[in-house]
């Protein structure tokens, strides 16, 4: 009913009742982690998320372009090869 356990520590030995400690404190439990917090975006990391979005933006805007000039010229060219 009793079961003993022995400890030394320090070199003394403690002989406690499985039974006779009860619930650890939580003072003396170890702490829980703490949860991850967020706490938004850096200034720099901003920064470059505009400078690529603006890349990105003038990118699309050129190829845009770009297909339609083609496109055009394409149109015209193809006209005047079949008459």
Same mark, same amino acid.
Do not use: C, D, H
């Given at each position: 009913?009793?079961?003993?356990?022995?400890?030394?520590?320090?070199?003394?030995?403690?002989? $406690?009742?499985?039974?006779?400690?009860?619930?650890?404190?939580?003072?003396?439990?170890?702490?829980?982690?703490?949860?991850?917090?967020?706490?938004?975006?850096?200034?720099?990391?901003?920064?470059?998320?505009?400078?690529?979005?603006? $890349?990105?933006?003038?990118?699309?805007?050129?190829?845009?372009?770009?297909?339609?000039?083609?496109?055009?010229?394409?149109?015209?060219?193809?006209?005047?090869?079949?008459?």
């Amino acid at each position: 009913l009793f079961e003993l356990r022995s400890f030394f520590i320090k070199g003394i030995e403690l002989k $406690l009742a499985r039974t006779s400690l009860g619930i650890i404190p939580s003072k003396w439990a170890p702490s829980p982690p703490s949860p991850p917090s967020f706490n938004g975006y850096t200034g720099g990391s901003m920064f470059v998320l505009g400078l690529f979005m603006l $890349l990105l933006g003038v990118g699309v805007g050129v190829g845009g372009m770009f297909f339609m000039w083609k496109r055009q010229r394409l149109t015209g060219l193809a006209y005047q090869v079949f008459e």
